[in-house]
């Protein structure tokens, strides 16, 4: 039987039974693509050194050929055939231009494996390399993984930058043991990591708070004996240790830098006086800045924002706002993180006016207002006692622009709203939060809450509060904490002991807040003792009282005991850590004047004046109370 040519050639290049339903081409034009030009047609086409080409075989032969033929077969018996037609040898070379096609990454791995497997030829570093690129930037996190694995048990030769660029890759997908692993499997193959190898590891420890190993890893690197840390390495080291708290080991590391010849970068200079700053070490923060302009290392828009963030938390908001007009005076544009540290700054200093001027400037300065932004201002408003419906407005605007509002914008709403009495409007933003799809929030939840307390809707504040601990599973310190305090002050103490109990055994544990909280409940039906015992139960537990726990409990002794033991406790408070304030002061001379010791009481006046506090309404009415009081008795006597 004969068989024709085209016979043949169908079963030579048409290896799948549906090639004819996949692909337009022609058996012609299928043939045409395997065809092999000459030498000459081929250098007429390539723009490339004659010499290259017969050096190197794979950069000769790898044109848009054999490309084509793996976008249009994958990877399979086609393309295989593709090869030896166009005489393409399996070399390293090849494999690295193969992985640099623009095809599926899973024809990339299947042509990758199948290489492998080919006689006389072992993947390298580089060829390992470059499929690991291709999987990293497909996110395909598994298949990198096993590819890094196989790379390392095999034979190959691994480098310093290689395996810098194999701890980034894990680092990135947060496989920080995995890398670690890998180093120093890597390094006991008498591969010396180099500093950038080194850095790396030390970047992504310190990126995924592994601070303490950051430290562990800096000093074997020190004891390479041929490997030196560089201003990267410092810098990582340097915010590591401002992490931890560790300011003098910071400060130590800087100077050494210097003393080992290392100019610090400004990235360098902005995290030290970010670490000041934290400390509460302003002057020294500045001296930085001032060394910075001295060694003419120029400040960045981040070393501004640290500047601006140090002094406005140090109250200095004049010189906060001093340090952006100096940027711009300095041609340094400000970025959004900048404008709304500085927003934030002078919100909290109520400083509305210089808000409002620095939001309607940003798109001027090219700066555009982010959700952050929005939140900043409409805090500003609310803080600054403005009206409501002005926050309301700005929300509005905020979301017909496209911004879409966070949790944290929602909840800075409930809780405006709420302080200024409307609580109808703060329970529909509650609602509008639900149908946008926003996981509950505590905060908004615990603003409410005590809202409905105050105006004594205690069923609905409860209500609310199972509302959140039903969607939640739990609930916050801080959330009990306020149902404590209204189940207090409406004379369910034992709804409140129960609350109290609830979320210890939901492993919550309680706060000063939620102590304090108890505490006045207790003292509001004269149960002192209990309230005593409950402020000693509440240092066992590592929870320090603050004045206001020391005053609820100074309250309870002056209304049951009376001005001797109400006296006693603030002479223990003056010799203690916490001493009275003028709401202490204020207490006991309601519990003299009730008792119509009013000389006790003007001693008490002089001594509270002394120690800087002024008199208030309170401190009058409660000796107009006491003379009151004598006034009358001595009235009845002479009837």
């Known amino acids: 039987m004969m068989i024709s040519r085209s016979s043949i050639l169908k079963r030579a290049f048409s290896s799948s039974p549906h090639l004819c339903a996949r692909i337009p081409q022609t058996e012609k034009d299928i043939v045409q693509m395997f065809h092999v030009p000459n030498l000459k047609e081929s250098l007429s086409k390539l723009p490339m050194n004659p010499k290259l080409l017969r050096n190197d075989r794979s950069v000769r032969t790898l044109d848009g050929r054999f490309m084509r033929i793996l976008k249009i077969f994958k990877w399979g018996p086609d393309a295989e055939k593709a090869l030896e037609v166009l005489m393409l040898k399996v070399d390293h070379q090849l494999v690295r231009e193969v992985m640099k096609v623009n095809v599926e990454i899973g024809v990339k791995i299947q042509f990758f494996r199948w290489a492998g497997k080919r006689k006389n030829f072992e993947h390298d570093s580089t060829t390992y390399m470059a499929l690991i690129h291709r999987l990293e930037e497909a996110g395909l996190v598994g298949e990198m993984w096993k590819t890094i694995q196989d790379m390392v048990r095999s034979a190959c030769v691994i480098?310093?930058?290689?395996?810098?660029?194999?701890?980034?890759?894990?680092?990135?997908?947060?496989?920080?043991?995995?890398?670690?692993?890998?180093?120093?499997?890597?390094?006991?193959?008498?591969?010396?990591?180099?500093?950038?190898?080194?850095n790396s590891m030390i970047v992504m420890l310190m990126q995924e708070g592994h601070h303490e190993k950051v430290h562990e890893l800096y000093n074997e690197m020190c004891n390479e004996g041929n490997c030196f840390p560089d201003t990267i390495t410092y810098n990582a080291l340097i915010t590591t240790f401002g992490k931890l708290g560790r300011e003098d080991s910071a400060v130590r590391l800087f100077e050494e830098m210097q003393e080992n010849g290392l100019q610090p970068t400004e990235k360098i200079y902005t995290t030290l006086m970010s670490i000041f700053f934290k400390s509460g070490k302003v002057e020294k923060a500045l001296s930085l800045l001032h060394e910075m302009k001295v060694k003419c290392c120029a400040p960045s828009v981040f070393t501004y924002t640290e500047l601006i963030k140090g002094l406005g938390k140090a109250g200095r908001v004049e010189e906060a706002y001093g340090v952006f007009l100096d940027m711009q005076h300095?041609?340094?544009?400000?970025?959004?993180?900048?404008?709304?540290?500085?927003?934030?700054?002078?919100?909290?200093?109520?400083?509305?006016?210089?808000?409002?001027?620095l939001f309607e400037e940003m798109a001027l300065l090219?700066?555009?207002?982010?959700?952050?932004?929005?939140?900043?201002?409409?805090?500003?408003?609310?803080?600054?006692?403005?009206?409501?419906?002005?926050?309301?407005?700005?929300?509005?605007?905020?979301?017909?622009?496209?911004?879409?509002?966070?949790?944290?914008?929602?909840?800075?709403?409930?809780?405006?709203f709420c302080k200024t009495n409307r609580v109808e409007k703060a329970l529909l933003l509650l609602e509008e939060m639900d149908e946008k799809g926003f996981p509950p929030c505590p905060a908004a939840y615990c603003s409410l809450i005590n809202a409905l307390g105050k105006a004594k809707r205690y069923e609905a504040a409860n209500e609310l509060f199972h509302e959140l601990k039903?969607?939640?599973?739990?609930?916050?310190?801080?959330?009990?904490?306020?149902?404590?305090?209204?189940?207090?002050?409406?004379?369910?103490?034992g709804d409140a002991l129960d609350l109290?109990?609830?979320?210890?055994?939901?492993?919550?544990?309680?706060?000063?807040?939620?102590?304090?909280?108890?505490?006045?409940?207790?003292?509001?039906?004269?149960?002192?003792?209990?309230?005593?015992?409950?402020?000693?139960?509440?240092?066992?537990?590592?929870?320090?009282?603050?004045?206001n726990s020391h005053n609820i409990i100074l309250n309870g002794l002056a209304r049951t005991g009376g001005p001797k033991w109400a006296m006693d406790m603030l002479s223990k408070m003056k010799k203690s850590k916490i001493k009275p304030d003028a709401v202490s002061y204020n207490t006991v001379l309601g519990a003299l004047s009730r008792d119509g010791m009013l000389e006790e009481a003007a001693k008490l006046m002089k001594e509270m004046k002394l120690n800087g506090f002024e008199y208030d309404l309170i401190t009058y009415s409660s000796i107009l109370e006491a003379v009151g009081k004598i006034d009358e008795e001595c009235t009845q006597s002479v009837l």
């Open 159 to 198: 480098n310093s930058s290689e395996l810098s660029e194999i701890v980034i890759f894990l680092g990135k997908a947060k496989m920080v043991n995995k890398a670690c692993s890998i180093f120093y499997q890597i390094k006991a193959r008498k591969c010396k990591p180099s500093v950038n190898a080194y």
């Open 330 to 357: 300095k041609g340094c544009k400000p970025d959004v993180v900048l404008m709304n540290n500085l927003i934030n700054v002078l919100g909290k200093a109520g400083r509305l006016s210089d808000v409002i001027k």
């Open 366 to 416: 090219q700066c555009m207002p982010n959700v952050v932004t929005y939140n900043s201002v409409i805090k500003a408003l609310f803080e600054s006692k403005s009206h409501a419906s002005e926050a309301a407005s700005l929300f509005e605007k905020m979301k017909e622009k496209g911004i879409i509002p966070s949790a944290y914008t929602y909840s800075i709403l409930i809780d405006g």
């Open 470 to 493: 039903e969607n939640c599973g739990s609930s916050s310190s801080r959330v009990y904490a306020v149902m404590i305090k209204h189940f207090g002050k409406c004379g369910r103490l």
């Open 500 to 547: 109290f109990d609830e979320m210890k055994k939901l492993g919550c544990r309680p706060d000063l807040y939620a102590y304090n909280a108890l505490m006045s409940g207790m003292v509001r039906v004269s149960m002192i003792d209990e309230a005593q015992s409950l402020l000693r139960t509440m240092q066992e537990q590592g929870c320090d009282p603050d004045i």
